[in-house]
């Protein structure tokens, strides 16, 4: 019987220059990594089914659904689209904001850093890639699971809460209506009582 091997991390690479897209690409899958690589903003939103013009979810094609993006990885400058964009889109969007961002740039601007980090990415890389810079992405991947059990558990709260609530009320209703028919029986018992002895006068009479 084979053992089953641990599922490889997906990783979304953007970038429009194609030897930095191949060299992310190759020591992406040296770290183990799973990778698919498009080459503007735009692509990558198609991907992951988000509509460029806003950040409303479209239908996503069942292919892409079996392989979840764990992480991206993007270019800062590139034409239409920068980096910066494609990291606000993702942010604003409810179904990805989870999802680890990570911004590479060849020019180290503290400035363009800071932004990017105070807008939500989890590391700024500077080119070139390095392969001991791809041993920073699995923490930002694990850390991003952990948010997402975290919210799964509380959205399973929530609803054995609600439908805790809606059981409740039948059951007060139960007894209430057991109580109406206790109360109804007593009545006639007590009319019952009131009526015997006039019964019985006539008897004797």
């Known amino acids: 019987m084979a053992l089953a091997t641990e599922t490889p991390f997906h990783v979304l690479a953007v ?66 689209m920068t980096g910066y964009d494609l990291l606000k889109k993702i942010k604003e969007s409810s179904s990805l904001r989870d999802i680890p961002v990570v911004i590479m740039s060849s020019e180290n601007i503290p400035s363009r850093i800071n932004r990017c980090l105070e ?31 975290q919210h799964h558990h509380q959205e399973q709260h929530q609803q054995s809460d609600s439908n805790s609530n809606g059981s409740s009320n039948p059951t007060n209703n139960s007894s209430s209506s057991s109580s109406d028919n206790s109360n109804s029986r007593k009545r006639k018992a007590e009319d019952n009582e009131e009526t015997s002895p006039q019964k019985n006068r006539s008897r004797h009479s």
């Open 119 to 149: 807008e939500g990415a989890d590391e700024f890389f500077l080119k070139p890639v390095r392969l001991s810079d791809m041993s920073k992405l699995k923490p930002h991947i694990l850390k991003s699971r952990c948010k997402e059990h």
């Open 15 to 80: 970038d429009d220059s194609l030897p930095d897209r191949k060299l992310i690409e190759r020591l992406l899958k040296t770290s183990s990594f799973h990778v698919t690589t498009v080459d503007s903003g735009s692509k990558a939103l198609q991907f992951l089914g988000i509509h460029d013009e806003d950040t409303c979810p479209v239908s996503v094609q069942a292919d892409q659904l079996e392989v979840a993006v764990n992480l991206i990885i993007t270019d800062y400058c590139m034409p239409g």
